[in-house]
């Protein structure tokens, strides 16, 4: 019986474990067919859950709901995971292309105003959507991808200028790197705080330390990189534009398997940043009922013996 019960709530710990990994996501935005992609963690294609005029950037928030930038309709939309419009932000957003999250959840879009009279700029807006602040300067252009490290600074890559910028909390300018790029348009940053850069006009991607010196790049298995992401493992995901495919590499730059169902010219990518899952109510209950369930026995036994002696 004891055995029985330890089984049971082992088996319950990993049917939770279970659900709530099962609960994770990634998404892809497609020009192809203006959607964005839903996959499941280990890759398999869910369903297409948004429809606009060319989708770009996406970026996920801490309750997984994911937001789109739609570059010809200046706006970013909201969506939780089954694929509900939960918002819409539309005001002080100019062709809106990379999207990122910071450590308070504050949303920054990056606008390349390119073919308008307005400057490309940065626009911050608060986990309910309201616009806080931009940040412009003379050094943005053609902005797209952009990133947020744990200390707040900001890169962003500029695709015709063959550039990445970064700068600091209070829109600072810190340096720019200009070597090793060609046409970089997505960003990520690993585990240790290096930066990737995808370079759409030579198939690669270049890795940068937190210094910005060029360390190395990957240059297999690439066609036309535009999203870059980090998933939980710290495998790297790259979305190839041009042959319609996700490219998965080990943190170690080595290739190691491709995504090609529900992709057409695809774009960004958003992984979900949950941690491992902590041990739900539930579980912790089933665990206090089967100590508790252990104790009263053991109790019982030792009154049985008391009686037989």
């Known amino acids: 019986m004891i055995f029985r019960l330890i089984s049971t709530s082992a088996t319950l ?9 099962g609960a994770d996501f990634f998404y892809v935005s497609n020009w192809g067919d203006n959607s964005v992609s839903q996959f499941r963690s ?4 869910q369903s297409s859950i948004a429809n606009g005029d060319r989708p770009e950037g996406l970026a996920m928030d801490s309750l997984q709901n994911i937001y789109i930038g739609y570059r010809y309709n200046d706006s970013i939309k909201e969506y939780d995971s089954a694929g509900t419009l939960q918002s819409t932000i539309s005001s002080n957003l100019n062709r809106p292309i990379g999207l990122t999250f910071d450590k308070s959840g504050n ?11 307005s400057p490309d700029s940065i626009s911050k807006f608060n986990s309910n959507g309201q616009f806080q602040s931009a940040l ?19 890169y962003v890559a500029d695709f015709t200028g063959g550039k990445i910028n970064k ?7 810190l340096f720019s790197i200009t070597s090793n790029l060609s046409g970089p348009i997505g960003l990520a940053l690993d585990q240790s705080g290096n930066l990737y850069a995808s370079n759409y006009n030579n198939n690669s991607i270049s890795i940068f330390n937190t210094s910005g010196s060029y360390q190395s790049s990957i240059s297999s298995n690439l066609s036309g990189p535009i999203g870059l992401a980090f998933d939980n493992a710290g495998r790297l995901f790259a979305v190839n534009n041009t042959n ?13 398997s491709s995504i090609t169902t529900g992709l057409s010219q695809p774009r960004f990518i958003a992984i979900s940043a949950t941690s491992v899952p902590e041990p739900s109510t539930y579980v912790l209950a089933t665990i206090a009922s089967v100590l508790m369930a252990l104790s009263i ?3 019982n036994r030792s009154k049985v013996c008391l009686i037989d002696l």
């Open 244 to 256: 319609n495919s996700i490219s998965i590499f080990a943190s170690n730059g080595t290739y190691i």
């Open 13 to 21: 710990i990993l049917a939770f474990s279970s659900m709530i990994q």
């Open 297 to 299: 026995r053991r109790r």
């Open 42 to 45: 280990d890759g398999t294609f």
């Open 107 to 117: 949303l920054f879009a990056a606008n390349d105003g390119l073919g308008t009279s």
């Open 136 to 154: 412009t300067s003379n050094v943005l252009h053609d902005s797209h991808g952009i990133v947020i490290d744990p200390s707040g600074n900001l």
């Open 167 to 173: 700068f600091d909390q209070g829109g600072n300018q």
